[in-house]
């Protein structure tokens, strides 16, 4: 059973940064790509950005230039680095992985975490 857990959320005033971990248990993140989505009060998840087992990235238009994705595939884990945060950059952030191939659709993901709480400040 592939499980997924994210940490390193928290509050942040705005412009400042925060790392996101996911760790993967039950299965090698080397055979999966991997995504990062979020979801704020009231609103859709949403794609934030995917790598694939290649380490090639892609990203939404919304957090490009200031969020970097990367996977350290010895350690199972993904990343996210934020940086230039914004208030609207507050939601919860939700790992996943997929199979398949890089991908922004939900759809296309097979495990998911439970989520990790970031808050940015004005």
């Known amino acids: 059973q592939v499980q997924l857990v994210e940490s390193g959320g928290g509050l942040v005033q705005a412009a400042g940064s925060l790392r996101l971990s996911c760790v993967v248990s039950?299965?090698?993140?080397?055979?999966?790509?991997m995504g990062w989505f979020r979801q704020a009060p009231g609103k859709e998840r949403e794609f934030v950005a995917t790598i694939g087992w290649r380490g090639n990235i892609y990203s939404a238009d919304s957090v490009k230039g200031r969020f970097t994705i990367s996977r350290d595939n010895a350690k199972n884990t993904v990343y996210l680095q934020m940086d230039s945060l914004k208030p609207e950059d507050t939601a919860v952030y939700y790992c996943?992985?997929?199979?398949?191939?890089?991908?922004?659709?939900?759809?296309?993901?097979?495990?998911w975490g439970q989520g990790t709480q970031v808050t940015v400040s004005s």
């Open positions: 039950g299965g090698s993140i080397s055979n999966y790509a």
């Open positions: 996943a992985a997929n199979s398949r191939g890089i991908a922004a659709a939900m759809t296309r993901y097979d495990y």
